[in-house]
């Protein structure tokens, strides 16, 4: 089992910023992609970034420019971190891992944190 325990979230004024982080404990290893996603009230939840074990990144398109996903392999935790906020990010934030171990592969979401951008 993992659990994963997200922080950072808050209330910012457009154009300001924020990190998020996500912690995960528990049985680490094997650990794949780690994500952010985010869910606005009455809206569908959507990928924001994801970052794999090597490396790579993807961003949704709304957040290219702004956004920096990134992780510390060393703490178990991935990082986002938010510039020029809008208020359409206001959202809740949640990180997502996939682990595999052997050829079975497990998934888990943190508890979620809320972003709210507004003046």
């Known amino acids: 089992q993992v659990r994963l325990v997200e922080s950072g979230g808050g209330l910012v004024q457009p154009g300001g910023s924020l990190r998020l982080s996500c912690a995960a404990s528990?049985?680490?290893?094997?650990?794949?992609?780690m994500d952010w996603y985010r869910q606005a009230p009455g809206k569908e939840r959507e990928l924001v970034a994801t970052?794999?074990?090597?490396?790579?990144?993807n961003y949704a398109d709304s957040v290219k420019g702004r956004f920096t996903i990134s992780r510390d392999n060393a703490k178990n935790t991935v990082y986002l971190q938010m510039n020029s906020l809008k208020p359409e990010d206001t959202a809740v934030y949640y990180c997502?891992?996939?682990?595999?171990?052997?050829?079975?592969?497990?998934?888990?979401w943190g508890q979620g944190t809320q972003v709210t951008v507004s003046s």
């Open positions: 997502h891992i996939e682990q595999q171990i052997f050829s079975q592969l497990y998934y888990y």
């Open positions: 528990g049985i680490i290893f094997g650990i794949n992609t």
């Open positions: 970052i794999t074990s090597s490396n790579s990144i």
